[in-house]
């Protein structure tokens, strides 16, 4: 099953056009996008139904989505989860998922332009884990049964701000307005057949920069969702960025950043793409001010 936001409003995608759910389903499920997580389970079976899938079609018009999860209560992403990024971050192999925050107001959709505030901000293509059931003190077996779905997700990144100390700012960092892009849909796992296995990367304008597979982590989603939960309860529309490959533009030499101008195209294997136009904020290239 694939769901969407079309227009604001919670849609399934079938292969010749989106069924609006609040319409098919005669008033039974909202056709607010994020409030069907909250009955993921009674709409996942009502999805499947002849009732859902024999109603009429609409044309998809792929610059109409936005945020398939666009007001998440909670989102989480976990740093350091690919060898090779680790290797070219230069640092130690974490024993645990290291996890940090993005805020909700980052977040934007697939095909959304992104106002850059400074010449340091850099890209980094991640899986998105959508949570489908409250997750609290989860085993590593049992994590799967709480993801509605999987989407694609960017973790932009502001390095300026991330790694001034004296501490780090990774939440506030990688937290600006546009820096959380993810779509175009939401795809249950049994769509897939190897879940834990898909093609991953990114390029700027047509050089690619990433080219992985999620099959890299080191750290699985399971495990992921595990660590998070035996201390923070998921709730139902809860984000998990999964961890980016190598090839961030921070670790080349020399290094690169995103530019306005440019466009930040990303994929995931069996799910689709990002295009995000860049332009310059207000703030370029100088970055953010402290009063």
Excluded at 102 to 111: D, F, H, I, Q, R
Excluded at 282 to 291: D, I, K, L, T, V
């Amino acid at each position: 099953m694939r769901t969407a936001n079309f227009n604001d409003r919670l849609v399934l995608v079938l292969d010749d056009g989106v069924v609006d759910v609040e319409k098919a389903s005669d008033g039974l499920f909202s056709s607010d996008p994020q409030a069907v997580f909250d009955r993921w389970a009674e709409f996942r079976d009502w999805a499947r139904s002849a009732a859902a899938t024999g109603h009429q079609r609409t044309p998809l018009e792929e610059r109409q989505l936005g945020a398939p999860v666009p007001r998440p209560r909670q989102v989480f992403a976990v740093a350091l989860n690919y060898a090779d990024h680790v290797t070219e971050s230069a640092t130690a192999v974490p024993e645990r998922p290291a996890v940090f925050t993005k805020y909700p107001t980052s977040l934007t959709g697939p095909y959304d332009t992104i106002a850059l505030p400074s010449d340091l901000v850099d890209w980094e293509v991640e899986l998105v884990a959508v949570i489908g059931r409250e997750a609290y003190q989860v085993a590593v077996p049992d994590a799967w049964q709480h993801v509605a779905g999987l989407t694609l997700g960017q973790d932009l990144s502001e390095r300026g701000v991330q790694l001034q100390g004296p501490a780090p700012q990774f939440s506030l960092g990688k937290s600006f307005p546009g820096f959380s892009p993810t779509g175009p849909v939401l795809v249950t796992p049994d769509e897939f057949d190897a879940p834990d296995d898909l093609a991953l990367g990114c390029a700027l304008d047509d050089e690619t920069m990433q080219d992985s597979r999620t099959s890299q982590m080191i750290f699985s989603v399971s495990q992921q969702i595990a660590w998070i939960s035996a201390i923070c309860p998921l709730l139902p529309g809860d984000l998990v960025f999964t961890g980016t490959p190598a090839g961030v533009g921070g670790a080349r030499n020399p290094r690169r950043f995103l530019a306005p101008g440019e466009e930040l195209r990303s994929w995931i294997e069996g799910i689709g793409e990002l295009r995000n136009p860049l332009i310059a904020g207000p703030s370029y290239p100088e970055g953010p001010q402290a009063a």
